[in-house]
C-alpha cells in the first residue's frame, strides 16, 4: 500500500515550515540588533554634539556677561593660581549728568551643589531673578582632583567646572561639561577662553 505524501503538492512540511520560521526569526532578530545599534552610534553622537553645542553657547553668555563689566566690579579678584567659581559684576548703562549709572548687581556663577551654570540679578536680594544656563558643569575642570595642585596644567589648582581667573583688565574662563551616557561612559567637553572687560567707567 503505497504511503500519502505529507507534501502536498507545491506545498512544504511541517518541519519545513517550522524551520523556515527559526531561520526567519534569526534574520529579523539580527536585523534588528544592526538597526538598533547604528541608532544606538546615532544616538550617542546626538548626545556627544549636544553638549558640545552647550559648552559653547554658555561659555559664549559667560563672556558676553563678563566682557560688558566694569573690570573695578569684578568681584571676587582671583588671579592664578587661584580661581573663583562666581563673579559679581556691574554694567555702565552710561552718563547722566556727568556721571556714570550703573546697573545692579549681576553674578554668573557655578552652583556647586546642583552642578549648575546660572546668571543672577540682585543675587542674595529678595527680588533676586535667577535664570540657570547649563545643569552638566562638572564638579571639577577636566583633568582636575581636589588635591592642592594643579593636575592639568593650565596654572590654576583644584579650579572647579566653571572657573575665572583675573589678569588685569582680562578674565580666563574654564568651563567642563560632563554626562553619563546611555552606555556607562562619562562624556567630557571643556572649553575656554579670554574677554577683555570693557571697563567703560574710566572713559
Ligand atoms: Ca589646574
Ligand atoms: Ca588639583
Known sequence: ???????????????????????????????????????DGLDQETQRAFIEDQARRVLRQVGFAIMGSNRESLLPS???????NDLTYRVNLGIQDGAVVWSDLNKVAMDPEAL??????????????????TNLVAPYLEGEIPNGMDDNGN??????????????????????????????????????TVVTCRNLGEE
Open 155 to 192: 596654572g590654576l589648582i583644584d579650579e572647579t567646572g566653571l572657573s575665572f581667573a583675573i589678569n588685569g583688565n582680562s578674565v580666563t574662563i574654564f568651563l567642563t561639561l560632563q554626562r553619563l551616557m546611555d552606555d556607562g561612559t562619562s562624556f567630557v567637553d571643556t572649553v575656554s
Open 78 to 84: 582671583s588671579t592664578a593660581p587661584s580661581s573663583t
Open 1 to 39: 500500500m503505497r504511503k500519502p505524501n505529507r507534501r502536498s503538492k507545491g506545498g512544504f512540511t511541517l518541519m519545513e515550515v517550522t524551520l523556515g520560521c527559526a531561520l526567519l526569526s534569526v534574520v529579523a532578530y539580527k536585523a534588528h540588533g544592526a538597526m538598533r545599534s547604528a541608532s
Open 116 to 133: 549648575r551654570v546660572f546668571h543672577a540679578t540682585n543675587p542674595g536680594d529678595t527680588d533676586e531673578q535667577r535664570v540657570y544656563w
